[in-house]
């Protein structure tokens, strides 16, 4: 399950995935090359911390915690959508 709010702080979407079966922890590494395969651009990647990436034109953050910011955007379907092709990299489908 993914749940998507307004974030006020940062102007955006944030998108959180949970999962009760297992703990939520996204491989950056894994997602930034599988990204890159998709033609993704990547602007900045702190292993274990961060990756900053541009998808579908916005500035998205993601977290190993499964934690997405999908900046300067207000529409929380758009935001899943972003976050899905995210998880679908982390090999998350199932929390879709």
């Given at each position: ?9 940062m102007k955006g979407i944030v998108i959180q995935a949970y999962s009760w079966d297992k703990k ?49 955007l207000e529409n929380s379907e758009k935001g ?17």
């Open positions: 399950m993914i749940i998507a709010k307004p974030c006020v702080t939520i922890k996204i491989d950056l590494a894994k997602v930034k090359t599988c990204l890159e395969g998709r033609s993704v651009k990547i602007r900045t990647f702190i292993p274990g911390m961060m990756l900053i990436t541009v998808i579908e034109g916005f500035e998205t953050s993601i977290y190993p915690s499964g934690k997405i910011i999908v900046k300067e899943k959508e972003i976050a899905s092709i995210i998880l679908e990299c982390a090999g998350l489908s199932d929390v879709l």
